[in-house]
């Protein structure tokens, strides 16, 4: 088993890689969900929804649900899409996450986004230049405008 609990002292999965197999005691988890579905488009791969308690291992699950069914198989992907009250269909998308971000840093450092501090300069000499606007920029003419509405 591939997993960072003990025996003997040693995790299992460096007992695992050298080649020692461990037999695994049976522990408590609870299933809330199981949904299993082929993939329409390669009939070898299956794909699984769980919802579960923690302690649960997917990889094993996997393993156990192949061997039930007499046979052999392993995970390709494994995708958490929730912890706790934290759920992947509410995290930021890459453009919110930017705009936080850089929020943040004028808050603390409102000098970063100075036009006048050089950094100007800096991005032609890198061959950034000639017309194209980063995320900095598009963000500090967005303060500059909001200042303006503002005022």
Same mark, same amino acid.
């Given at each position: 088993?591939?997993? *960072? ?6 995790r +299992? ?5 050298a #080649? /020692?197999?461990?037999?695994r @005691?049976?522990?408590? /988890?609870?299933i ?5 579905? !082929?993939?329409p488009? =390669? &009939?070898? +791969? /299956?794909?699984f929804? /769980?919802?579960?308690?923690k302690?649960?291992y997917?990889?094993?699950? #996997?393993?156990? $649900?192949?061997t039930?069914l #007499?046979?052999? %198989?392993? $995970?390709?992907?494994?995708?958490r899409e929730?912890?706790g009250?934290?759920r992947?269909?509410? *995290?930021w =998308?890459v453009e919110? +996450?930017?705009d &936080?971000?850089?929020?943040?840093? !004028?808050?603390? !450092? ?5 036009r ?5 300069g800096?991005? @032609? &000499?890198r061959g950034? #230049?000639? %017309? !194209?606007?980063?995320? &900095?920029?598009?963000h500090?003419?967005?303060l ?6 503002? @005022?």
């Open positions: 088993m591939f997993s *960072a609990l003990h025996h003997n002292g040693q +299992l999965h460096e007992l695992a890689r #080649g /020692v197999t461990v037999e @005691q049976a522990r408590p /988890v609870t809330t969900r199981f949904d299993v579905h !082929r993939d488009h =390669d &009939k070898q +791969l /299956v794909h929804y /769980v919802g579960c308690s302690g649960t997917i990889r094993t699950l #996997g393993h156990d $649900l192949a039930s #007499g046979t052999t %198989g392993h $995970l390709v992907a494994l995708r929730a912890i009250d934290a992947v269909d509410d *995290a =998308d919110t +996450l930017m &936080k971000l850089f929020a943040a840093i !004028r808050e603390r !450092r409102p000098e970063a986004f100075n006048e501090a050089g950094n100007q800096n991005k @032609q &000499k950034r #230049g000639g %017309g !194209r606007r980063n995320r &900095k920029e598009q500090q003419e967005q500059q405008e909001q200042q303006q509405e503002q @005022q």
